[in-house]
């Protein structure tokens, strides 16, 4: 389908439209790079992380205490911090003292407490052993070369200090997506109040911040708007962010109105539609396009309806699946909700209905004002419930959960 079709062509089904993006997104996915186990945090790894040593890699002491060999009294013939390599314990009845992380000298075969340990009149050491292994064995938590996380996953604080503690200097991650934003539509102030026929652009600060959330990286100077109300601005505007990015957001203009351009624009850049309209409300004129650029690499394009409401859908149901894909990460899983009150279906649509969800119980409640050009009632939900075509939300019904990219603490 290029971009001469116009849109006549059937809505594609929304949960199809999202694993067409995921689809599309992997068979573009970004080239991993080499980065220091530091910088990766946030990135997908690219490499199954399998441990380069045993875990722990020799016996430690899991106390401060004397690591003692055969039975009591023991006289103490050393000391053992963390960070030696001691010497064996050659005789029974000798002893030394290890501290916590302590390499457990050879010969040794049992930990005594300090707190549970007492002096003889002659100066050697004594106390009743635990039942309990006081040491770490080698291994006990992985064995060399154990897969431990496999390609794919998502690079959090927890990988980081994982990958380190068993041999990492570098990770090969998928790094974040490029992504450029061009704004659409002459009526917009960027500063002060609305008025006078004119409204304020809400989606020049709100739809980068997503991006970023969503896992993009977003350079100074790749918001780029208002771009004037022409078909040969908006060419300009879209192919100079195909030469910086990897993905291009662009917001209106998806619809075939008077000073709608996206259509057209996409054709003189030889665009090939991915999805060219979804049947969910809000959002029904989102669209993704993709270019293949002089390097033969694909790079994409998602038309986001100018509604602001509708823009944030598309980015929900199309970008973030696309993203993922293009991270080389699984195409992001739907919890459920049990909805607390009755939300009408939309027909043949799927219904994406903002919901605020109480934490304690997981139930999910409406939100109100929620017009598809108002970002009151997205300012306060959690994210949307999913109405499938053809059906009504009962009160009790469980229902698919599609989040918003929220961080903790936010929306308590
Ligand atoms: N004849 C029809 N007209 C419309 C239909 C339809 O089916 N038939 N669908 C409506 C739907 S649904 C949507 S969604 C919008 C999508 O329109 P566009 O993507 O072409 O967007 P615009 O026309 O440029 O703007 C729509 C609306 O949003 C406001 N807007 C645009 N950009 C911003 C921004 N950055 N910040 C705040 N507000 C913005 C703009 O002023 C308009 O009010 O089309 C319907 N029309
Ligand atoms: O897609 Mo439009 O969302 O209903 O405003």
Known sequence: MTAETVATTAPTAWDRARTLMHEAGRAGALAPVEVPVDDADGLTLAQDLVTLTSLPAFPTSSVDGFAVRGPAPWRVVGKVLAGNSPAPLADDGTAVEIATGGMLPPGADAVLRVEESTRTPDGRITGRLRETVEWRRPGEEAELGELLIPAGTPVDPGVLGLAASCGYDTLAVRPRPRAAVRIFGDELLVQGPPGDGRVRDALGPNVPALLRRYGCQVA???????????????????????????????????????????????????????????????????????????????????????????????????????????RGRALPALGTVRLAEPVPGRGDYTHLALVHVDAASGTARPVRHVGSAMLRGLASAHGFAAIAPGTSGEAGARVPFVPLPLLPGERP
Do not use: K, W
């Not at 908006?234 to 996206?262: F, K, N, Q, Y």
């Not at 090939?272 to 979804?278: P, R």
């Open 220 to 326: 100074p100077g790749a918001v780029v708007g208002p771009v004037e109300d022409t078909l040969d601005a908006h060419v300009a505007a879209i192919r100079s962010a195909l030469a910086e990015a990897d993905l291009v957001c662009t917001t209106g203009g998806t619809m075939h109105g008077p000073v709608d351009h996206l259509h057209p624009a996409l054709a003189a850049l030889g665009a090939e539609y991915l999805v060219n309209t979804v049947a969910v409300r809000p959002g029904f004129p989102m669209l993704v396009a993709r270019v293949t650029g002089d390097d033969g690499r694909a790079r994409f394009i998602a038309g986001l309806p100018g509604n602001p409401q509708s823009a944030l859908v598309a980015l929900a149901s199309l970008v973030e699946p696309l993203l993922a894909g293009l």
